[in-house]
């Protein structure tokens, strides 16, 4: 009699639902799919009450892009290392063997990946292999190579900003999927290029960095006027000592990092009373003021009139 022939059983589909199965709501798919549309974008924010094993969430065949805003990580393979920090970018390539990647225990983490397939990279970047960086030309020609990720980089204020855009996307639904994808292709060429030669003199270099410095103080402060981060977190955040951080801060805005949030802190009050949607008491909480009375002192000092009068009785708005 004869027996019909064994087959293999087939390769079992990998997802990475699994490596965040510990998280639960901590992990957010936003848009994508990486084997459907080539790419997926994820958001994440949880803390890890243990080292977390971050490895089993890539895909074989990907390449990965970290917008890390919180928490501090490591991508390690092939004997090279990318070690994220708060406020820094990396990616790394798997191939076939998974990488050890680990995420700090007793941290907060907030992060946004978007993963990309090796034949959407090669789809959309074709012609440019040439300026890719090596881990990433590697990925896309289908070769070996001795690098698994690139260096890291500090974000700049409009990455972070990216970060804030991607998580609520300003298009109707219909319009998302071409948004999202435009997106994606705009991170890849930000990121996934080798970088130009270094022909910034020194001190053209210092400066843009103090620039690029003050412009992520200043979207931080915007990120949460009531509980504002301490100076010298916010030094650690945009990696400096708070003592530079202010010279530089003072130097590039004429004010204080102090004089500076009661500025946005001003606006923003004048903004919410113009809408009209809050009371003054609420306002005032809102950016940050527990006492009304210095609120409403400091109100009256940028604007000339008190709060509740706002903006009928300023005085570039009364009678003549």
């Given amino acids: 009699m004869n027996r019909p022939a064994k087959t293999k059983p087939a390769a079992a589909t990998f997802t990475e639902a699994g490596a965040w199965r510990d998280v639960g709501g901590?992990?957010?798919?936003?848009?994508?799919?990486f084997r459907g549309a080539g790419y997926s974008i994820e958001w994440h924010d949880f803390h890890a009450k243990r080292e977390f094993d971050w490895a089993a969430s890539f895909h074989p065949g990907c390449v990965e892009l970290c917008l890390n805003l919180e928490g501090h990580g490591f991508v390690e393979g092939k004997g090279t290392r990318a070690e994220f920090a708060p406020n820094t970018a990396g990616f790394y390539h798997r191939e076939q063997e998974p990488l050890i990647a680990k995420r700090a225990a007793n941290e907060r983490h907030q992060f946004l990946t978007v993963e990309f397939s090796c034949p959407f990279l090669t789809k959309h970047l074709a012609g440019t292999e040439a300026k890719l960086h090596p881990t990433v030309r590697a990925a896309v020609e289908g070769c070996p190579c001795d690098?698994?990720?690139?260096?890291?980089?500090?974000?700049?204020?409009?990455?972070l900003q990216t970060i804030a855009t991607l998580r609520q996307p300003p298009v109707y639904a219909a319009a998302q999927p071409v948004w999202y994808q435009c997106k994606a292709l705009e991170l890849a060429v930000t990121f996934l290029f080798q970088p130009p030669p270094e022909e910034e003199m020194f001190c053209s270099r210092q400066q843009r960095l103090a620039q690029e410095r003050v412009e992520q103080v200043v979207f931080l402060l915007k990120q949460n006027l009531a509980e504002p981060p301490a100076l010298e977190e916010l030094g650690r955040k945009v990696g400096c000592s708070h003592f530079y951080l202010s010279r530089i801060f003072s130097a590039q805005t004429g004010l204080t990092i102090t004089q500076y949030l009661r500025k946005l802190r001003m606006e923003r009050a004048a903004e919410l009373l113009r809408a009209g949607e809050h009371n003054v008491t609420e306002v005032s909480l809102e950016v940050g003021y527990s006492s009304l009375s210095h609120f409403s002192a400091a109100f009256h000092e940028t604007f000339g009139c008190c709060p509740g009068l706002y903006p009928l009785k300023t005085p570039a708005q009364q009678p003549r």
């Fill in 26 to 33: 901590g992990w957010q798919p936003l848009f994508g799919s």
């Fill in 147 to 159: 690098q698994v990720a690139g260096a890291t980089v500090r974000l700049t204020a409009a990455q």
